[in-house]
């Protein structure tokens, strides 16, 4: 399985921006589709962006136009542009890497959005 370790995360507040990193190891990194998803207190774990291994994209409704998913094969790391943060975007973070039935999950970043 690939190893994942997210970074980026931080308090900021409400539209401002952050931009986390996942940092990939173990194995092809570009074999492997990427996505992000988050967790707020209370509530269910939601995808929140994902990218192919063709660099196709897809977001959830919420953050369509404020995120920005990307991928660097070469660095072996997926990328979460998030702009004009909203308080109810403050979630833990995690970054997921699935190929096929393989999946790995990193251990999260909190992110905070509050004045």
């Known amino acids: 399985q690939v190893q994942l370790v997210e970074s980026g995360g931080g308090l900021v507040q409400p539209g401002g921006s952050l931009r986390l990193s996942c940092a990939a190891s173990g194995r092809i990194f570009s074999f492997y589709a990427m996505g992000w998803y988050r967790q707020a207190p209370g509530k269910q774990r939601e995808l929140v962006a994902t990218i192919s291994t063709a660099g196709n994209t897809n977001y959830v409704d919420s953050v369509k136009g404020r995120f920005t998913i990307s991928r660097d094969n070469a660095k072996s790391t997926v990328y979460l542009q998030m702009n004009s943060l909203k308080p109810e975007d403050t979630a833990v973070y995690y970054c997921?890497?699935?190929?096929?039935?393989?999946?790995?999950w990193g251990q999260g970043t909190q992110v905070t959005v509050s004045s």
């Open positions: 997921n890497a699935r190929r096929g039935t393989m999946e790995s």
